[in-house]
Nanobody, 125 residues
Framework: QVQLVESGGGSVQAGASLRLSCAAS????????VGWFRQAPGKEREFVAA????????EYTDSVKGRFTISRDIAKNTVYLQMNSLKPDDTAVYYC??????????????????WGQGTQVTVSS
């Protein structure tokens, strides 16, 4: 069974950058879909970005296109979320999620069956 551990969150000012990491242990990502979701206080969890581990195809929600980049390091079995030009609206707990059985990209949280513990990102104006 794969376990996910996120890191890289923090508190920054608007316009700054952060890079989140999602490291897998227990087994490799292999042919998984891996995604990032976020949940702000009082709001539902929302899709941010996803990557197909084997082929590297990606998908983003509209609000982060051009600012966020999801990528993978196969040797390190790690997925990254590079976040540039951060805005206060990006403030949330960010979760890494995966489904080792399917690689096709999807924005639906229920299509991911392994979740990390989350990492807080706070962007002040």
């Amino acid at each position: 069974q794969v376990q996910l551990v996120e890191s890289g969150g923090g508190s920054v000012q608007a316009g700054a950058s952060l890079r989140l990491s999602c490291a897998a242990s227990g087994r490799t990502f292999s042919s998984s879909r891996v995604g990032w979701f976020r949940q702000a206080p009082g709001k539902e969890r929302e899709f941010v970005a996803a990557i197909n581990w084997s082929g590297g195809s990606t998908e983003y929600t509209d609000s982060v296109k051009g600012r966020f980049t999801i990528s993978r390091d196969i040797a390190k079995n790690t997925v990254y979320l590079q976040m540039n030009s951060l805005k206060p609206d990006d403030t949330a707990v960010y979760y890494c999620a995966a489904n080792p059985s399917f690689g096709s990209l999807t924005t639906f949280a229920r299509a991911y069956n392994v979740w990390g513990q989350g990492t807080q990102v706070t962007v002040s104006s």
